[in-house]
């Protein structure tokens, strides 16, 4: 069993901050990229940010020069922090990994229930 359990979401004013983490568990073997996605309401879900086990970064448009992605590979631990927070940043986070488990071959990908982040004007 794998788990990736998400925090930090919340209500922000725009301008605000919000750091968001989210933890991976159970019978992992290695984790490949990790990232976080986001989907709002009647939109597709897309990629915000993601990171390899190399520390290599990838960011959406939207977000370059706000938002900062980082991980602790001893905890497997993504972080996502959120600065400049605007309105149309409000949407659901969804934690993704892409990992492989014990006892079971190859790379696959599992997500976090997500967690809400809301930006008021």
């Known amino acids: 069993q794998v788990q990736l359990v998400e925090s930090g979401g919340g209500l922000v004013h725009a301008g605000g901050t919000l750091r968001l983490s989210c933890a991976a568990s159970g019978s992992i073997l290695s984790i490949n990229v990790m990232g976080w996605y986001r989907q709002a309401p009647g939109k597709q879900r897309e990629l915000v940010a993601r990171?390899?086990?190399?520390?290599?970064?990838a960011y959406a448009d939207s977000v370059k020069g706000r938002f900062s992605i980082s991980r602790d590979n001893a905890k497997n631990t993504v972080y996502l922090q959120m600065n400049s927070l605007k309105p149309e940043d409000t949407s659901v986070y969804y934690c993704n990994a892409d990992l492989e488990r014990i006892g079971l071959f190859g790379f696959y990908d599992y997500w976090g229930q997500g967690t809400q982040v809301t930006v008021s004007s």
């Open positions: 990171i390899s086990s190399d520390g290599s970064t």
